[in-house]
């Protein structure tokens, strides 16, 4: 979860490590730090964010074409500047920046102590740049290989970059676990935790394996090498990553300005798949391994966080449309309780960044077990993809505001899909039905951007919830995991305790809450269950509690109801996710906003949660 940046090149290496650390500070944001080879190794690092870096080094020496950067997430040591990357080696001969746990360090750290090593932080990443100094002074070796040796003696995850103060045009990079990728310019080499930072200095990039090591050397190719040193050619790849889609253009936040993204999110998700004219539905990975969908004995979704309220969806639609048994599993929970797993199950990992580290281990796990497994990620290249045997992605483009919302409606819409075309090559749906949700899903993007117009109702009506301490979100069949995603983001950004809950759930304890102060989120389109609806909000009514309602537009009786009342557009239950929660997005952004929130980098959570 932390943003790693490395350069080496003819150009000044500061400002554009910089600027990387700006491109990744989504992935973290509790410190900051950069090593530069200029002679020696000069080292800033600093508690804060990277303005305050840039602060802290205005005076000082930055020179060099050599370097590394890191923008923290903590795991191991409080945020501060001890604890902040990079790390020196006890000589300070060797620097090291790091993304992921070493889950055996105290091991090593005690071996390590007794051979007579010093340490300065409490963090795992300085007893693996020790661990490799050690190493090369005890066996009497290179650089490269007292990182293979150390490497291989490591327990966990790790992306690291390592540059040495005697070897002054060279960096070495290894990832296993977390995502790691190169870029390879003209004379120049750049490497990141994602591509984000590498855009706009060359589209060609390699993107490591787990135990691969890479050696980057001036005027010399790239060298990949496993941890039991077998020599690897490297695969180059060309990103189709658009410079602009990293900006706010205009917005006074990325996550607002992903939010208005949503009609072309869910617009791209569906092109080159839907064929309105055709009455068809077109997705490879879906159509390589027909057979193991259409005879599976269930389908599984691994995944954590808002992709998990994307496979909660999920499972109601493949479970309606396609008739196939849906398990929905917590990443983290899965791999940890044995479950009964098989080759007759297909698994479905859902990750906005494709590097979720439990959703990974789920999938590793379930893959030994022969499950098909499949995935639905939104970033080419990432390890959650390379480990499918196949996926679809949602083409939601770059999401940089680490609560999710872009994300939600694309992998909803790719769910949508797949149990659209799942329900017709079973049979378990008619031709009419078929066609008339197809001709709705073609115009979810439409009714997306007439959604947004609420906007400023939404800014107006946050305003009155500003200081208000809990919420509770009620939402019945499928808007019941979208009353699940809308607690969920206001509680990322503004602090405000909130619960999600079936609203029959209600009368088995959260009414107990119900007052005049208690606000009453209740998602209530037009649906089969909507009379149970009204009921809900009768009983909330009844204990004083203060109604917010999600409403179909025209609604008249849940309208008639409520205190605070925001219209979507009428479409079919099914398809009601993609509009329902949008509001609910604009009310937790809204107020945030009034309460003087960090929006886009919320407190204690980084976007791409790359360790357990």
């Known amino acids: 979860m932390c943003g790693i940046v490395g350069y ?84 300070e001969k060797l620097a090291l920046i790091h993304n992921g746990i070493i889950e055996n360090y105290n091991v090593i750290k ?5 051979s007579g090593v010093k340490f300065t ?14 190493i090369q002074k005890a066996e009497k070796v290179d650089l490269v290989k007292a990182t293979q040796l150390a490497l291989s003696q ?41 591509a984000s930072p590498i855009i706009e200095y060359t589209r060609d990039v390699v993107y490591l394996d787990d135990e691969e090591i890479a050696i980057i050397k001036r005027n010399e190719k790239l060298q990949i090498k496993t941890l039991k040193d077998q020599q690897k050619t490297p695969f180059v ?46 997705m490879a990975g879906i159509i390589d391994f027909e057979q193991r969908f259409l005879n599976a004995r269930r389908i599984i979704f691994t995944a954590a966080g808002t992709s998990w309220h994307a496979a909660l969806v999920g499972e109601y639609l493949i479970e309606e449309l396609a008739r196939i048994s849906v398990e929905v ?32 281990a789920a999938m590793r796990l379930a893959k030994s077990k022969g499950a098909l497994i499949y995935s639905i990620c939104n970033v080419v290249g990432s390890s959650i993809a390379r480990l499918s045997d196949a996926g679809s992605f949602t083409h939601a483009g770059p999401e940089i505001g680490v609560a999710s919302t872009k994300a939600f409606t694309a992998q909803v819409t ?82 405000i305790h909130a619960e999600g809950y079936p609203a029959a759930e209600m009368k088995h304890g959260p009414i107990a809450l119900i007052d005049k102060k208690m606000p009453v989120v209740v998602i209530a389109p037009v649906s089969g269950i909507y009379d149970k609806v009204v009921s809900n909000i009768q009983e909330i009514k009844a204990r004083k509690g203060k109604v917010i309602a999600i409403v ?42 009034m309460r003087d929130c960090e929006i886009d980098q919320p407190r204690n959570l980084a976007k791409s949660v790359t360790v357990e």
């Open 8 to 91: 080496l090149g003819l150009k000044e290496a500061y400002p554009i490590l910089i600027n990387g650390l700006r491109r990744l500070e989504y992935r973290g944001y509790d410190s900051a730090g950069v090593a530069l080879i200029n002679g020696g190794i000069n080292l800033y690092k600093t508690k804060g964010k990277v303005s305050e870096l840039e602060a802290f080094v205005v005076d000082k020496n930055t020179k060099g074409t050599v370097g590394i950067a890191h923008t923290r997430w903590a795991t191991h040591g409080e945020p501060n500047e001890i604890n902040a990357h990079p790390h020196f080696s006890e000589s």
């Open 552 to 593: 179909s537009k025209g609604d008249k009786i849940v309208s008639a109801l409520s205190d605070y009342v925001i219209e979507i557009p009428h479409t079919d239950e099914v398809l009601s996710p993609l509009l329902s929660v949008i509001p609910l997005q604009l009310l937790s952004y809204y107020i945030a906003v």
């Open 154 to 194: 490591v327990v966990g995850a790790y992306a690291i970059v390592i540059v040495s103060r005697d070897e002054p045009d060279m960096m070495i990079a290894a990832r296993n676990g977390s995502p790691l990728v190169i870029g390879i310019g003209k004379d120049e080499f750049h490497i990141a935790s994602d």
């Open 237 to 282: 790849e060309k990103l189709e990553l658009d410079l602009c889609a990293l900006e706010k253009e205009g917005y006074e936040h990325f996550m607002l300005k992903e939010i208005f993204e949503q009609p072309k999110s869910i617009r791209d998700s569906i092109r080159g798949r839907l064929n309105i004219e055709r009455d068809t539905i077109a």
């Open 121 to 134: 932080s409490h963090t795992d990443t300085e007893v693996l740049i020790q661990f490799i100094e050690f």
């Open 414 to 495: 790719v769910l949508t899909l797949i149990a659209l075309l799942l329900a017709q090559k079973k049979g378990t749906i008619s031709k009419s039905k078929f066609n008339q949700l197809i001709n709705e899903l073609d115009t979810i993007p439409s009714k997306v951007e007439e959604t947004l117009k609420v906007s400023e109702q939404v800014r107006e009506m946050a305003k009155i919830f500003t200081y208000t301490r809990n919420f509770l979100y009620l939402g019945r069949g499928y808007n019941f995991p979208v009353a699940l995603e809308g607690a969920l983001k206001l509680k990322e950004i503004s602090y």
């Open 329 to 360: 599993e917590y990443a983290s929970e899965f791999r940890y309780r044995n479950p009964i797993i098989d080759e007759r199950d297909v698994v479905i990992a859902i990750s906005q960044s494709g590097e979720t580290a439990d959703t990974l």
């Open 110 to 114: 005690e071996k390590l102590i007794k």
